[in-house]
C-alpha cells in the first residue's frame, strides 16, 4: 500500500544518507529535497524527522562537498515549510550551530545564502535559540556579501532575535549594535525597515535597564535616526528638514 512504497523510500534515502557514497548522498538529498517541496500528507508518510534531522546535521556540519552541504541545509528548510511542528525538532536536533558556522565560514556563498535562508525561517518561532547560539553576530558577519534580496532577509532575521532580548542575552546583541546602527542609512528601504524594527523590539525587550540602553544609544543611532527622519522629511515636503542634529546625552 501507499505507507509501505512511501516508506520503503524514506527508508531508501536515509541509507543513502547514512552511506560514504558521495554520489548516493546527492541523489538522497536531491531526491528528499523534491518529495518535501512537493509534500502533500500522503507523501509524507513513513518520513521519520527524528531518523532524518541528525543526518543532515551531519551532512551540513561537513566540508566534504558543497553541494552536500547546499542541499541539506535546503533539506532542513524543506522540512519546517512542509511539516506542521517540526520548528522544535529542528532545534532539538542541533540545526542551528552548524548553520551559524557556515556563516562565518562563508567557504561557499551559496551555502551561506542557504543556511541564512534556513535561520530566518527557524528564527521565526525560536528566535531565542537561534540568538543563543549566535545568530545575530553570524548573520551580519558578510552580509554585504549577499545579493539585496537575501540582505534583507538577514535583516529580518536579525529584527526577529530582537523579540525577545533579556538582560542576560543582551551580550550576544552589544557587539552587533555599531554595525545595526550604520545600517540606518542603507539606501535599501527594506534593511532600514527592518533595522527601525530590531531597535524598537530591543529598547522595548530592555526598557528597565538603563545601562542597557545607553549602550544601544552609544554608536550613532540617534544622530543616524535624526539624519533619517530628516531626509524622510525634506523628501515628503515636510517642514524642519535637515535642520541639525540633536545633541546626544542629557535626559
Known amino acids: 500500500g501507499l505507507f509501505r512504497s512511501t516508506g520503503g523510500r524514506f527508508k531508501g ?7 560514504d557514497d558521495l554520489a548516493k548522498q546527492i541523489e538522497s538529498l536531491n531526491e528528499l529535497c523534491e518529495t518535501l517541496c512537493m509534500a502533500t500528507e500522503e507523501s509524507l508518510v513513513g518520513l521519520s524527522v527524528e531518523a ?9 556540519s561537513s566540508d566534504s562537498c558543497a ?7 535546503r533539506a532542513i528548510a524543506y522540512i519546517l515549510e512542509s511539516i506542521p511542528g517540526s520548528s522544535a525538532a529542528v532545534v532539538q536536533f542541533g540545526c542551528i550551530p552548524p548553520l551559524c558556522d557556515k556563516l562565518m565560514a562563508i567557504s561557499y556563498i551559496d551555502v551561506a545564502e542557504q543556511a541564512l535562508m534556513t535561520l530566518f525561517k527557524i528564527s521565526q518561532d525560536h528566535a531565542v535559540q537561534v540568538l ?3 545568530g545575530m553576530t553570524a548573520v551580519l558577519a ?7 534580496s537575501v540582505q534583507r532577509t538577514g535583516m529580518a532575521t536579525v529584527a526577529n532575535l530582537c523579540k525577545r532580548v533579556s538582560a542576560d542575552s543582551m551580550h550576544l546583541v552589544r557587539e552587533s549594535i555599531p554595525q545595526l546602527s550604520a545600517l540606518l542609512l542603507s539606501s535599501d528601504q527594506k534593511i532600514v525597515e527592518h533595522v527601525c524594527t530590531a531597535f524598537c523590539r530591543l529598547a522595548a525587550d530592555i526598557q528597565a535597564h538603563t545601562a542597557h540602553l545607553e549602550s544601544i544609544a552609544a554608536h550613532g543611532l540617534i544622530p543616524n535616526a535624526w539624519r533619517l527622519l530628516s531626509q524622510s522629511f525634506s523628501s515628503s515636503g515636510a517642514p524642519g528638514g535637515g535642520g541639525g542634529t540633536p545633541r546626544s546625552g542629557g535626559g
Open 142 to 148: 558578510y552580509l554585504d556579501f549577499f545579493p539585496i
Open 132 to 134: 543563543r547560539a549566535g
Open 52 to 60: 532524518l534531522l541528525p543526518l543532515l546535521v551531519t551532512l551540513v
Open 13 to 19: 534515502m536515509l541509507e543513502g544518507l547514512r552511506g
Open 67 to 73: 553541494e552536500v552541504m547546499l542541499l541539506a541545509c
